[in-house]
């Protein structure tokens, strides 16, 4: 080998290991805080005013869990996530699909100024919308209900715009030969179309089961009583009646993040093959 090429090679190797080391480090910045929360969460409550401050709880205190759980109404909060959740993802794999296939696939006049005009929704800040959209729900007496929590939030645009790139990723040769079958339109969406896309679709409401999930603004300006909060806006009451007691505060949030990451260790691979295929075809 030359000197040329074995530089080269050096070069490349220095290269590798400096990428791999700064992911490295990038993953562990990442951990700490979990590693931290989890840690505090099983400390006693004087434990954590402590200096130097302990890493890890001498004598881990298992009942912070159960006591921060049943000090607020933590089961109502998390039913009232759960439905939040279902409800919207739902909406938002209906619409995405519906709607992305439309824009992908139909003709129809206006279709890409329509289209231009949903992606022009993405560049509005959500905090403008707040007042109009509170001031409706208002008006249909939805304040501190599941339909004011839930109908503001059944369309994802970010989820059609997905689902329209990856509908134009699929070869239209499998929707011809359905169609010389004499299939129709709709029978083409729903047994040709939707059952290719379900990477996709497993992106789709994987991010809108996180957005939802962990929703704070909307829900705390929609709800009134403890009955209606879910879980994010919960905790932050939860934060008001036990301010100093971190241990308890820190159980109630590792609690609140368990099913995001069930949620990420079953879907990963769906989240991953549908990242990969959703290529940005025009």
């Keep these: 080998m030359s000197d040329a090429a074995a530089a080269s090679v050096a070069r490349r190797r220095a290269v590798n290991a400096a990428t791999y080391g700064a992911a490295v480090l990038l993953g562990i910045s990442m951990l700490v805080p979990f590693l931290w929360m989890i840690s505090t969460s099983l400390m ?18 298992w009942s912070n869990y159960p006591n921060a759980l049943t000090a607020a109404p933590f089961g109502r909060f998390f039913l009232n996530s759960a439905v939040m959740s279902l409800f919207i993802v ?47 729900v208002g ?47 709709w029978q083409i969406f729903w047994k040709v179309a939707l059952p290719l896309a379900r990477p996709a679709l497993a992106t789709v409401a994987l991010f809108s089961f996180v957005e ?22 919960g905790i932050a009451a939860f934060h008001g009646l036990y301010f100093s007691n971190w241990p308890y505060q820190m159980a109630a949030a590792v609690v609140a993040v368990v099913p995001i990451l069930l949620l990420f260790l079953f879907t990963q691979r769906y989240f991953v093959r549908g990242i990969q295929l959703a290529g940005l075809k025009g």
């Design 44 to 61: 006693d409550e004087f434990e954590v005013f402590q200096f130097p401050p302990r890493l890890i709880p001498a004598d881990p205190v």
């Design 90 to 136: 739902a909406g938002h794999l209906f619409t995405a699909a519906t709607a992305g296939y439309a824009f992908a696939r139909l003709r129809f006049p206006g279709r890409d100024r329509v289209f231009i005009l949903f992606l022009a929704n993405l560049m509005v800040p959500v905090i403008v919308l707040l007042i109009p959209r509170f001031l409706l």
């Design 139 to 185: 008006a249909l007496g939805w304040v501190d209900t599941y339909m004011g929590l839930i109908v503001t939030e059944l369309v994802s645009v970010w989820g059609i715009f997905l689902m329209r790139q990856y509908f134009l990723s699929i070869p239209r040769d499998l929707e011809d030969a359905a169609r010389i079958d004499g299939a129709s339109e």
């Design 212 to 233: 939802t999930w962990k929703s704070f603004l909307w829900p705390l300006i929609v709800t009134r009583s403890m009955a209606m909060r879910p879980v994010e806006v």
